[in-house]
């Protein structure tokens, strides 16, 4: 089959390695923040904070676009394939880490300035995204767009709680 259509056998191993890599990625970060709920209520939040609720609904997803982009660019060959899986990964590892700066170690000023390469390699993967699926960078620069609330949070935080 050609590289825009990718035989079924393919598409399949796409979603299982997706789902995996993704599943692993949620757990990992699961596991270096425990106690997130716990950490975000004993934080000052600003008024206009999200419910804990709504950071379920973020991370879920998050997770979602994620498994999406990935499997994309594992059954879809293109000139810059591996660097969008590696900076996928990056990006998952990078949530995973954000995620333990804030809620289990609560480096504000770190968690705080950590974003803005994260926001870039975001916005690299949308980039290296658009060719292969649009809908998948739609989504993307959605959770890009959200990272500007996340940003301004984020900053909030640091100052209500140093």
């Known amino acids: 089959m050609s590289r825009d259509h990718p035989t079924r056998r393919a598409g399949l191993k796409g979603w299982i390695v997706a789902v995996g890599v993704c599943g692993a990625f949620a757990m990992l970060e699961g596991l270096s923040s425990p106690t997130a709920s716990s950490a975000l209520s004993e934080m000052v939040q600003p008024d ?7 950071w379920i609904v973020v991370g879920v997803a998050f997770y979602a676009i994620s498994v999406w982009t990935l499997r994309q ?13 590696a900076l996928v990964v990056v990006m998952l590892a990078s949530n995973a880490g954000w995620n333990m700066l804030l809620l289990e170690w609560r480096w504000f000023g770190p968690a705080f300035f950590a974003l803005f390469p994260y926001v870039a390699v975001v916005k690299a993967i949308v980039f290296l995204t658009w060719p292969v699926d649009r809908v998948a960078a739609l989504l993307l620069s959605g959770y890009a767009l959200f990272l500007l609330y996340d940003i301004a949070w984020a900053y909030a935080l640091w100052s209500l709680n140093s």
């Not at 206009?48 to 709504?54: E, N, R, S, V």
């Not at 660019?73 to 899986?85: E, K, M, S």
Request: net charge positive; proline share 10%.
């Open 48 to 54: 206009w904070a999200l419910p804990f609720a709504g």
């Open 73 to 85: 660019h594992l059954v879809h060959r293109t000139p810059w394939r591996g660097v969008a899986i």
